[in-house]
Every structure is written in C-alpha cells, then in structure tokens.
C-alpha cells in the first residue's frame, strides 16, 4: 500500500526565508504526487502535482517541488515565505491509473508551517 | 460551478446520538469521497462512490458508519451512536473520471461528540 512520510510536523520560518517542506513516498512505482495546504477551519486546496514529464512542478503562491525518483521524494519548496504562507500543508499521493488499483488518496500526516516577522 | 460543498459546517452532539453529514460535489463529477481528519494528522480515506455504487471502504469504517450516494449526486454519511473517539472535521471530495489527477475539497463538516 502506498504511504507518505512528512518530515517535521512543524516547520517555523522567518517572513523572507527559504521554506522547504520534505516528502518521501513508498511507492517502487512512482505514483502521483501532490501537495496541498490547509488553513484553519478550511478544506484543502491543491498547490501543485506531478504526474509526468518535467520534474520540477511550478504551483500557485510561488511554490514549488521537485520530483526525485532516486530519493523517492517530492519537497515542496518556496524561495522567499509570506506571512500568508502560514498553514498546514499535505503531502499525497495516488496510484497511477495505468497501475490499476485503488483511486484514492493517501495523506502524509502534514507539517504545520509558522512564519514569522 | 460551486465547487463542493458540505452541510453542516460545525456539529456538536451528545455521545450516543445519531449524526447525518451531507455532501454536494460538484455537479458534472462522479466520482465523490468521504475523509476524516483528526486533530494533528492528515485526512485518512473512508469510502468514495463512482457515481451512486461505493467502490471502496476503509477498515477505518466501523458498521456505525454508513454513506450512501443514492441518484448519484450528493452523498451523506450517518454515524450511529456517535462516541467521543468520532470527534473530526470529516471532508469530502469530488473528481470527475479515471485520470486520479484532480480532487476538489469541500470545506469539512466538524463533528465534536461530547
């Protein structure tokens, strides 16, 4: 079965700084990839995906994450963090359609990101 | 386009009580998801519906829950007996075919059991 694995529940960052958020998946094949932010109270809104081809994967906010098969990981990072960038974020993934298997997706347990001024 | 929406936002019941959630996704998709996301942990996987048939259900699933999605629009989940382990914002989530590239989220129903 897939899994997830977030590095760090918390991750604090001064208004400025670079912010990297780690993923690594379990997967011999790689599935799709996904990270998505959460703000309190709020449901969750889709940052950006990997599905194929280029593996730096451009998403909204200035985020962006790298595809590293090697490594079986999926970072999520951005080069300069906003006061609005504070949220929890989730890392997930799926089985790839042509694998078959189960449609859903698999959450990492998500890393709380502070900024601060 | 609406997106997917879930009512009630907030519930608060008393141990024991009964509990039905509503679903809406949105409107072309047929594909519709059930989540539960407890406090400090990501969202884990319940059960979804390709259109009004469920296809999967978790173990995380006990017979005191049960979904149905009966004209194969919006779906409910009812837990029975609700217990104070119940307590979660309890999400759901629509696509739209078999290319398990997009899921849109509604903004959760949050159960507390007291």
């Known amino acids: 079965a897939q899994s997830v694995t977030q590095l760090g529940s918390h991750v604090s960052v001064s208004e400025g700084a670079l912010v990297l958020l780690r993923c690594n998946y379990s997967?011999?094949?790689?599935?799709?990839l996904f990270w998505y932010v959460q703000y309190p109270n709020q449901g969750l809104q889709l940052l950006l995906k990997?599905?194929?081809?280029?593996?730096l994967v451009k998403g909204i906010n200035g985020f962006e994450a790298e595809f590293k098969k090697s490594e079986t990981s999926f970072h999520l990072t951005k080069p300069s963090a906003h006061m609005s960038d504070a949220a929890e974020y989730f890392c997930?993934?799926?089985?790839?359609?042509?694998?078959?298997?189960?449609?859903?997706?698999?959450f990492g347990k998500g890393t709380k990101l502070t900024v601060n001024p | 386009d609406t997106g997917v929406s879930q009512d009630p936002r907030h519930k608060i019941t008393k141990r024991g009580q009964n509990v039905t959630f509503r679903c809406d996704p949105i409107?072309?998709?047929?594909?519709l998801y059930w989540y539960r996301q407890t406090l400090g942990q990501g969202p884990e996987f319940l059960t979804y519906f390709q259109n009004e048939a469920q296809l999967e259900k978790s173990r995380l699933l006990s017979d005191r829950f049960s979904a149905e999605r009966p004209k194969g629009s919006f779906s409910t989940l009812e837990i029975q007996r609700t217990e104070q382990g119940d307590s979660a914002m309890y999400l759901c989530?629509?696509?739209?075919?078999?290319?398990?590239?997009?899921?849109?989220f509604g903004p959760g129903t949050r159960l507390t059991v007291t």
């Open positions: 989530a629509s696509s739209q075919g078999q290319a398990r590239l997009s899921w849109y």
């Open positions: 997967s011999s094949v790689p599935p799709y």
């Open positions: 997930a993934v799926s089985d790839r359609l042509s694998q078959g298997g189960s449609e859903k997706l698999v």
């Open positions: 990997y599905t194929t081809g280029a593996t």
């Open positions: 409107s072309e998709h047929n594909r």
